[in-house]
């Protein structure tokens, strides 16, 4: 029998590609994964991933929702990241992520939503005649 999914989210499903393993550099006071650390894994991850989907690498961070630290990870922890767009708008791109616990599965944080917009060398919005996933790196080398 199929369950239903709960219905206070929306469930992307969404592939895990990049991965860190937690080194004390990247712990808190606590011995556990400082939450800075991991945003600035997420931003960048976000950003590679628009820059890859938008086709330019003029493209900024504006906005994230709010981020739920469901659970902690530990040194030498191996977590996953995963992104996936799940809109495109004319000048923005929307994103959702979840990081996981590679080893227990467990989620460690979940974004909703984080929006990225396409910018000219004036950093001004311009549209990005983007509509679609694209699955390789193939338009980085258009
Ligand atoms: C990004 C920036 C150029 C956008 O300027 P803006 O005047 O807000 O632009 P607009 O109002 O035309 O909005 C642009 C797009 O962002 C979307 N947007 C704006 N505010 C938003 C918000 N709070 N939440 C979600 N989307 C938003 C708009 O809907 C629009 O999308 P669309 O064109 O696909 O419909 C400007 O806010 C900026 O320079 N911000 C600083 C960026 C930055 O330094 N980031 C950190 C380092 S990378």
Known sequence: MLLPLPCTAIYYPM???TRKWVKP???????????GRL????????????????????????????????????QGDIIELG???????????TL???????ITQKTILTIDKIV?????????????GRTEITYTDERLRE
């Open 15 to 17: 592939n895990f590609y």
């Open 116 to 128: 990225f917009v396409a910018v000219d060398e004036n950093g001004k919005p311009i549209k990005h």
């Open 83 to 93: 992104i996936k767009a799940t809109h495109f708008g004319h000048t923005s791109l």
């Open 39 to 74: 945003l600035a894994w997420i931003d960048e991850e976000a950003a590679i991933y628009s820059i890859i989907q938008l086709g330019t690498n003029g493209c900024v961070t504006k906005y994230m929702s709010e981020i739920n630290f469901v659970s902690s990870a530990r």
């Open 25 to 35: 550099e990247d712990l808190n006071a606590h011995g556990t994964l400082f939450g």
């Open 96 to 102: 959702t992520c979840a990081v996981r616990n590679k």
